[in-house]
C-alpha cells in the first residue's frame, strides 16, 4: 500500500512565524501536491509538483511556498504565518503522468495560527 | 474545462437501507473519475475509481458507482448502509491529458446514517 506520511497532526503556530509542512511517499511518485481543506470551501490546490525541483503553482499559492529536493519528500512553508493560514491541510502523491492515476492521501495537518 | 457537481451536500439514510450519491460531471475529454471518502480528522482514501474500462465500477466495503455517458453523471451506491459509512464523500474529475494529474474535487457530500 502507499504511504502518504505528514509530519503532524496538529500544530500550533503564532502569526509572523515560519512554518514547515513535511510530507513524505514511499512509492516512487513522480507526483505531490499540498491542498487546504476548508468548510464551506472544499479542497483547493496550492502547489504540486511532477518532478525534483520542478514546482507548479495551484489554484491558491498566495503566501506559501514549496520545496522538492528529494522526490520522497515535499515541504510546504508558510513564510510569514498569518491567521488566516489557519486550515487542514492534505499532502498527497501520484504515479507519472496523465489523469488516470489516482492520487493518495497523508491524513492531513490542521494547523492553528494564532 | 473539468467540473463536478455533487448534487446533495447532505445524505441521510437508516442503517441497512441502500445509499445513493450523486455526481455529475463536465469534461471535454474523455475523463477518468474517482470516489474519495474523508472520516473525521482523517486525509482522503480512494473508494473507487473509472478509467474507461467496464462502465460499472466496484470499490472498497462494498460500493459501487456506475458511469454513464449520456448523463454525465458518475453515481455512488451501496445496497445497504453501515454506521462507519458515516463520512464525507468527494466526486472528483480527471482531465486526462493533463500532465502533472491535477484533480477537480467536487464540494463533498456528507452521509449520515441513523441506527
Known amino acids: 500500500d502507499v504511504k502518504v506520511t505528514q509530519s503532524s497532526r496538529y500544530l500550533v503556530k503564532r502569526t509572523g512565524e515560519k512554518v514547515f509542512l513535511e510530507c513524505v511517499q514511499d512509492m516512487d511518485h513522480e507526483n505531490m501536491f499540498w491542498y487546504r481543506q476548508d468548510p464551506g470551501l472544499g479542497l483547493r490546490l496550492i502547489y504540486f509538483s511532477y518532478d525534483v525541483k520542478m514546482k507548479e503553482k495551484g489554484d491558491i499559492p498566495e503566501g506559501y511556498s514549496v520545496s522538492r529536493e528529494k522526490k520522497e519528500r515535499f515541504s510546504l512553508i508558510l513564510e510569514s504565518a498569518s491567521t488566516n493560514q489557519t486550515s487542514m491541510y492534505l499532502c498527497?502523491?501520484?504515479?507519472?503522468?496523465?489523469?488516470?492515476?489516482?492520487?493518495?492521501f497523508g491524513d492531513g495537518t490542521r494547523l492553528s495560527i494564532l | 474545462a473539468q467540473s463536478v457537481t455533487q448534487l446533495d451536500s447532505h445524505v441521510s439514510v437508516s442503517e441497512g437501507t441502500p445509499v445513493l450519491l450523486r455526481c455529475n460531471y463536465s469534461s471535454s475529454y474523455s475523463p477518468s473519475l474517482f470516489w474519495y471518502v474523508q472520516h473525521p480528522n482523517k486525509g482522503l482514501q480512494l473508494l473507487l475509481k473509472?478509467?474507461?474500462?467496464?462502465?460499472l465500477v466496484k470499490g472498497i466495503n462494498g460500493f459501487e458507482a456506475e458511469f454513464k455517458k449520456s448523463e454525465t453523471s458518475f453515481h455512488l451506491t451501496k445496497p445497504s448502509a453501515h454506521m462507519s459509512d458515516a463520512a464525507e464523500y468527494f466526486c472528483?474529475?480527471?482531465?486526462?491529458?493533463?500532465?502533472?494529474?491535477?484533480?477537480?474535487f467536487g464540494a463533498g457530500t456528507i452521509l449520515r446514517v441513523k441506527s
Open positions: 472528483v474529475v480527471s482531465p486526462y491529458m493533463e500532465y502533472g494529474n491535477k484533480l477537480v
Open positions: 498527497a502523491s501520484s504515479p507519472g503522468t496523465g489523469g488516470f492515476q489516482p492520487q493518495h
Open positions: 473509472y478509467t474507461s474500462a467496464a462502465t
